[in-house]
């Protein structure tokens, strides 16, 4: 069975500053990997995704997260810090099902609170 | 176009009691789920539907959920004798295929008292 455990249930870090969302996930077979952001009283909206393909990956609104098989990790990053940016963030990872059918379920992590100083 | 859809946005109810709650996916859209977000948690999983047929229900917590989606597109999540502990967010996501990107709804936020 897969895992995620995200670092830090609260960042807080002023505007204009690097933002950085660690992520770990614990999987048996090569999975795909997931950043959501759910703003208050909105429903989860996809940042960015990887998909074996290239190992950095680009999201929206400045946001990046790269994979690293050596060290089970898809940390969340953005060189400069907004005020839209806080949000609550999720990492979220889904393998293939035993069929190769399909990628079915995400498995989340328990989420990070950013909060953004002026 | 018209995102995922969750009605109602709010329910309350007593404990015992029975309650639907509704999604409407996107349009074309043959893969759908559910799941569950209590407070300061991640969602979990409950139930994937591909067509009309519950893929993977594995993560249905008791036998007092149920979920349908008779003709593929809008699913019911049913839920027998609530209880307090069934208090949560409860979301529903859509893919237009099995292994594609899956879009949230806003959640219906459910409360027993």
């Known amino acids: 069975a897969q895992s995620v455990t995200q670092l830090g249930s609260h960042v807080s870090v002023s505007e204009g500053a690097l933002v950085l969302l660690r992520c770990n996930y614990s999987s048996s077979v090569p999975p795909y990997l997931f950043w959501y952001v759910q703003y208050p009283n909105q429903g989860l909206q996809l940042l960015l995704k990887?998909?074996?393909?290239?190992?950095l990956v680009k999201g929206i609104n400045g946001f990046e997260a790269e994979f690293k098989k050596s060290e089970t990790s898809f940390h969340l990053t953005k060189p400069s810090a907004h005020m839209s940016d806080a949000a609550e963030y999720f990492c979220a990872v889904s393998v293939l099902n035993a069929g190769g059918t399909s990628y079915g379920k995400l498995t989340f992590g328990q989420g990070t609170i950013l909060t953004v100083h002026p | 176009g018209a995102g995922v859809s969750q009605t109602p946005s709010n329910k309350v109810t007593e404990k015992g009691k029975y309650v639907e709650l509704r999604c409407d996916p996107i349009?074309?859209?043959?893969?759908l789920y559910w799941y569950r977000q209590s407070l300061g948690q991640g969602p979990e999983f409950l139930i994937y539907f591909q067509g009309t047929g519950a893929a993977d229900d594995s993560g249905l917590p008791n036998d007092r959920f149920f979920a349908v989606r008779p003709e593929g597109s809008v699913s019911t999540l049913k839920i027998q004798r609530t209880e307090r502990g069934d208090s949560a967010v409860y979301l529903c996501?859509?893919?237009?295929?099995?292994?594609?990107?899956?879009?949230f709804g806003p959640g219906t936020r459910l409360t027993v008292l």
């Open positions: 990887y998909t074996s393909a290239a190992t």
């Open positions: 996501a859509s893919s237009s295929t099995p292994t594609d990107t899956q879009y």
């Open positions: 349009s074309g859209h043959t893969a």
